[in-house]
């Protein structure tokens, strides 16, 4: 898990592993932030974008990469500055999709990095924040957010083009951020209806059918793993958990 904000305007650089029990500190990020991308492992990590704020502008497209022991800062910032965008992927073959521009507004906005540099591909078919994701570069999900209201959209990307999937049962932004599954399997967990909601549903490539509810309904928390294994951390329930 890596970076957030707590509370208010306090953006954070900490790193944290799980071993399946408990939470170990890592190195920090070298730039503090929150709502930013990102892909690859608890050993080779991409982490791209987010909110930087107070610091004008507050959106970011920087870029830093994971070694499994430290952060190095890749002098190649992703092409448009965002927040709030979903990231999926490897650190050598990562995917940023949607999110905020500086100028506040939503973006669709897609950009697939290599390990080294970014490059633009075609956009969402619609400006999303607050999304979330599965998947790989070439086989990418994403789902729900704001856009600009509540919604339950879902578009699957091949690599090249975006295509609509099956739409959430639930409406909703604030789903647990990270690749939580694959295209054909994925998982969308809690999120904001107008209040904070554990619901849980899972996707088959086809359709988004109910799971079990979360034991903390919450927005905005981390997410990792498979439809079958799966962790939630952090997150906001009436207040920052």
């Known amino acids: 898990m890596i970076g957030g904000n707590n509370p208010g305007s306090t953006q954070k650089c900490e790193n944290e592993k799980y071993d399946g029990t408990s939470w170990t500190e890592k190195s920090d990020l070298n730039t503090a932030r929150s709502q930013a991308g990102s892909g690859g492992t608890t050993a080779a990590a991409v982490y791209f974008g987010g909110d930087v704020y107070p610091t004008s502008p507050r959106d970011t497209g920087a870029t830093e990469e994971w070694n499994g022991s430290a952060w190095s800062n890749n002098p190649n910032s992703m092409g448009t500055a965002r927040r709030a965008l979903i990231g999926m992927g490897t650190q050598t073959a990562a995917l940023a999709a949607g999110g905020i521009n500086p100028a506040g507004g939503q ?17 969402m078919p619609a400006a999303t924040e607050s999304l979330a994701g599965g998947g790989t570069q070439t086989a990418g999900l994403t789902f729900g957010g704001y856009a600009p ?9 091949d690599g090249t083009n975006w295509t ?11 789903m647990g951020r990270g690749t939580v599954g694959s295209q054909t399997a994925c998982l969308g967990f809690g999120g904001d209806t107008g209040s904070v909601t554990g619901v849980t549903e899972g996707y088959d490539g086809t359709a988004w059918s109910t799971r079990p509810s979360m034991g903390s309904a919450r927005r905005a928390a981390g997410g990792a793993g498979t439809t079958t294994a799966n962790l939630a951390a952090g997150g906001y329930t009436s207040t920052i958990v």
């Open 107 to 123: 973006v669709a906005n897609v950009e697939e990095y290599d390990g080294s540099s970014w490059t633009a591909q075609n956009t």
């Open 149 to 157: 209201d509540y919604t339950a959209t879902t578009a699957e990307y």
């Open 164 to 174: 609509a999937g099956g739409s959430l049962g639930t409406a909703r932004w604030g």
